[in-house]
C-alpha cells in the first residue's frame, strides 16, 4: 500500500532547465496538492487539484504549471527554473469535502536549483 | 481569503512541562481545522482535526485541541511534552466545502531534558 508516491526524490537543475515532478496516489482520492516547504515560511500552497480535470491557483503559482492526468496522477511542471523554486515539494491527496480530511504527503522532492 | 497565523516560530519547554501552541485563522465561516507534525528529516503526521461538533478534540499522542470560534483560534495543548515531541507543529485550515487547504508557517518546539 504505497500511498502518495512522488518523484524524482533529489533533483538539481540550472537556471533556465525545466523539469517535472511526479506524483501518484493509490488511495482513489479526489483532491491533489502541491506544496512547497521553504525554512521559516511553513508550507505553501501550490496548486491544487479538486477532481479529474480541475485545478486551481494555491497561495504560490507563479513559475509553474499542473496537470491533473487522471485520478491517481498530479504532476507539477516547472517550464524556466529559478534559484528561488529551490525548496522541498510535497504532494498530498485527500478526501475534504467527504469530511475525512486528513491530507496523506508523498515523501517529498528537494529540488535545488543553480 | 483564508489566512492561518502561528505566532510562535520557536518555542522551549522543560521535559514534563506542559505545552501550548497557538493558532489564529481568518476566515468568515468555521473552517476545516486541522494540526500537523514534522519531526527531524520525516514527513507530516496529521495530529488531530476538527471539523464540526465538540470543541475540545483529542487527537493522538496525547496531544488535544480547542476550537474557540469567538478568538478564530484553535490552540494545541499538551499535559506533558516528553523529549521525542520535540519536533515542528503546524496548523492549517481548509473551507468547508472546498479543497484549498493553507498552511501556517509552523512553531518549532524544542525540549530541555
Known amino acids: 500500500n504505497a500511498g502518495v508516491t512522488q518523484t524524482p526524490k533529489f533533483q538539481v537543475l540550472k537556471t533556465g532547465q525545466s523539469m517535472t515532478l511526479q506524483c501518484a496516489q493509490d488511495?482513489?482520492?479526489?483532491?491533489m496538492y502541491w506544496y512547497r516547504q521553504d525554512p521559516g515560511m511553513g508550507l505553501r500552497l501550490i496548486y491544487y487539484?479538486?477532481?479529474?480535470?480541475?485545478?486551481d491557483k494555491g497561495e504560490v503559482p507563479n513559475g509553474y504549471n499542473v496537470s491533473r492526468l487522471n485520478k491517481r496522477e498530479f504532476s507539477l511542471r516547472l517550464e524556466s527554473a529559478a534559484p528561488s523554486q529551490t525548496s522541498v515539494y510535497f504532494c498530498?491527496?485527500?478526501?475534504?469535502?467527504?469530511?475525512?480530511?486528513?491530507?496523506?504527503f508523498g515523501e517529498g522532492s528537494r529540488l535545488t536549483v543553480l | 481569503a483564508q489566512s492561518v497565523t502561528q505566532p510562535d516560530i520557536h518555542i522551549t519547554v522543560s521535559e514534563g512541562a506542559s505545552l501550548e501552541l497557538r493558532c489564529n485563522y481568518s476566515?468568515?465561516?468555521?473552517?476545516?481545522l486541522f494540526w500537523y507534525v514534522q519531526s527531524p528529516g520525516q514527513g507530516l503526521q496529521l495530529l488531530l482535526k476538527y471539523f464540526s461538533g465538540d470543541t475540545l478534540v483529542q487527537g493522538i499522542k496525547g496531544f488535544e485541541a480547542e476550537f474557540k470560534r469567538s478568538q478564530s483560534s484553535f490552540n494545541l495543548r499538551k499535559p506533558s511534552v516528553h523529549w521525542s515531541d520535540a519536533a515542528e507543529y503546524f496548523c492549517?485550515?481548509?473551507?468547508?466545502?472546498?479543497?484549498?487547504?493553507?498552511f501556517g508557517k509552523g512553531t518549532r518546539l524544542h525540549i530541555l531534558p
Open positions: 476566515y468568515g465561516a468555521t473552517p476545516y
Open positions: 498530498a491527496s485527500s478526501e475534504v469535502r467527504a469530511g475525512t480530511g486528513e491530507l496523506f
Open positions: 488511495m482513489n482520492h479526489n483532491s
Open positions: 487539484s479538486a477532481s479529474e480535470g480541475t485545478t
Open positions: 492549517a485550515v481548509g473551507p468547508p466545502g472546498d479543497d484549498k487547504i493553507i
